[in-house]
């Protein structure tokens, strides 16, 4: 799944969820590549109801195929730490090693991120906006090496029936590391920076 760069991220629709899960799909061929999951833990559960989830601890969870209860298929996890300010976010292998991390800005308008690899240097910067819904992954040079939008004039263009659903394209095809750093910048716009 890793070895591609377009993705379509679908959020499925449920009545007071409290965690979220995402389809990760082919935007051509609508076949399911992956699914993420939210894993927050029952007592994060419960904790949602009274306090703001976007200062919880979370984790999502990102599968190969359709199945999230087989551990066997899983690409990468993104967790999130408790906070009341910047949120410390990192990308782990399936053995919960850091492949990365994201270090966001604490006041500004929009969304801005760095993404970091696990020594701390720079691989790239997600920007943008979230009333056009909007973004860019940029190199340290600020070049743009990918987007993530809902506007999309492809064959998914159909799938698209709100903001949390998107799509991501990287221009060229990155090393493994790199996109899973990137797939997971992407899903992370959303499930960990935009929850509600």
Do not use: C
Not at 38 to 64: I, N, Q, S
Not at 135 to 158: M, N, Q
């Amino acid at each position: 799944m890793l070895n591609r760069k377009t993705f379509f991220i679908r959020e499925h629709v449920g009545a007071l969820k409290l965690a979220n899960t995402y389809d990760i799909l082919d935007p051509e061929t609508k076949e399911q590549l992956g699914i993420a999951k939210e894993k927050p833990g029952a007592l994060l559960h419960v904790l949602r109801f009274f306090l703001d989830k976007r200062k919880l601890p979370t984790t999502v969870k990102v599968y190969e195929g359709s199945d999230p209860k087989n551990e066997q298929n899983l690409l990468f996890s993104i967790k999130r730490e408790f906070s009341f300010f910047i949120p410390k976010v990192s990308v782990r292998d399936p053995s919960g090693n850091v492949v990365g991390r994201f270090k966001s800005k604490l006041f500004g308008f929009g969304i801005s991120f760095r993404v970091l690899d696990p020594t701390g240097k720079d691989m790239a910067l997600v920007k943008g906006d979230w009333k056009g819904w909007n973004f860019s992954f940029l190199d340290s040079s600020e070049k743009e090496i990918g987007t993530i939008t809902k506007k999309w004039a492809g064959v998914g263009k159909e799938l698209f029936t709100s903001a949390d659903n998107y799509f991501i394209a990287l221009n060229d095809q990155p090393e493994p590391v790199v996109a899973v750093l990137l797939l997971a910048a992407g899903l992370s716009v959303d499930t960990v920076y935009n929850e509600k």
